[in-house]
């Protein structure tokens, strides 16, 4: 572990080197667990971790987290505080007091994970310094996944498929999508996902699978309805987000039409990718091929997005994107028709860019289903 850390700490400071940034400051956020291994959950407590150009890195932590830090297998300088809150600002002025270059002009920060608490305490003790986003640093650093991360990915997924194929078994009409989800929740537990999951599973039944983004309710399952069922799993801290709908019984007008068109443009995708070729040409692909199947104004979302430590990470896979995908990048293909007041069609997987192409690494069926 010592190699990883130190050598993901060495690529961070290599990349902060080329910039105008003096300092990047992060709170608990996976980029703080990629570059340390340490896991804070956020609370009325502030923690900083500050990464200048040349000193080791600098935590400011409660008294009551210094045990997570005792014995690290690389340099860190640690400033602890206690219970009152009257003598936090001054406790975190030796952070500034430690650094090298304590005149710090540019301050990088994580645009989606700071908070207001955080951002008064740097205010506070770097009155003069500009407080700057430096998200594009920070995907930069995570954006290329290595083989340690792909192998988590991928029994991030195997975990999913196996809690997913165990579940089946229970979708029966009477069910509510809530106990569906429940269900689900166990046997990822079961079979091996970290307890803190990626998401809350979606399970969306008859209209309800109409909404992308839909949360599970009491409704519940009769025959004849279709059912999108968004799920992962996490380990060692890395995701797994997959998609699969099915149907009870007599399928509904449409839908194996609209199943077919969802399912191609899924193939699309995933074959598309390669590297060298811009992230919008994949949703392009994808898009064209719902369009001229008459359904284009029924796919309401982009076609996918990275994952890792997070469920949403770069690089985003919708059109306007010209980042070029590299091999490493690793990302969702989702396709969706979702017709309202009748139902959705929604197929995902999880593609890694290889040195010559695509590696589908989800490997439940993409087949139609019928519970």
């Known amino acids: 572990m010592e190699n990883i850390f130190l050598n993901r700490q060495s690529k961070f400071r290599s990349l902060l080197q ?22 804070f959950h956020l609370m009325e407590r502030p923690i900083l971790f500050l990464f200048s150009k040349t000193n080791p890195p600098i935590l400011f932590l409660p008294e009551l987290e210094n045990t997570k830090v005792k014995q690290l297998p690389y340099p860190l300088t640690v400033i602890t505080y206690g219970e009152d809150p009257s003598t936090w600002i001054e406790e975190f002025r030796k952070s500034r007091n430690a650094l090298d270059n304590p005149t710090i002009s540019l301050i990088g920060v994580e645009e989606t994970h700071l908070r207001f608490l955080e951002y008064e305490f740097l205010h506070a003790v770097f009155p003069s310094s500009k407080i700057r986003s430096c998200q594009s640093l920070i995907s930069e650093l995570r954006i290329r996944k290595d083989g340690v991360e ?108 609209i199943y077919k068109i969802v399912k191609n443009a899924n193939q699309i995708g995933s074959q598309s990718v390669m590297p060298g070729i811009q992230a919008g040409e994949i949703d392009r692909l994808v898009r064209n091929q719902i369009e001229q199947s008459g359904f284009g104004d029924y796919f309401t ?68 289903i019928t519970l």
């Not at 995908?325 to 690793?330: F, S």
Request: hydrophobic share 35%.
């Open 18 to 39: 080329a910039t105008s940034f003096d300092l990047a400051v992060l709170n608990p956020s996976p980029t703080l667990v990629y570059l340390t291994g340490l896991e």
């Open 150 to 257: 792909k192998g988590w990915i991928s029994q991030a997924i195997r975990i999913a498929e196996e809690g997913l194929t165990n579940t089946l078994p229970t979708i029966k009409p009477g069910i509510t999508e809530q106990e569906l989800a429940n269900e689900l929740v166990i046997h990822l537990i079961r079979c091996g996902s970290d307890p803190q999951l990626p998401f809350f599973p979606i399970i969306a039944s008859g209209e309800n699978s109409a909404n992308p983004h839909a949360i599970p309710t009491e409704r519940k399952i009769q025959a004849g309805d279709v059912i999108v069922i968004d799920w992962g799993a996490r380990y060692h801290g890395y995701i797994s987000d997959l998609t699969r709908t099915f149907v009870i019984g007599k399928a509904p007008q449409e839908f194996e039409i």
């Open 301 to 368: 979302h982009r076609t996918g997005h990275g994952i890792g430590l997070e469920t949403h990470e770069e690089p985003y896979i919708r059109a306007d994107n010209k980042q070029i995908l590299q091999p490493g990048m690793t990302f969702t293909i989702e396709p969706g028709i979702y017709l309202p007041r009748k139902f959705g069609v929604r197929i995902e997987d999880n593609v890694y860019v290889s040195d010559t192409g695509s590696e589908i690494l989800s490997t439940l069926s993409r087949d139609l």
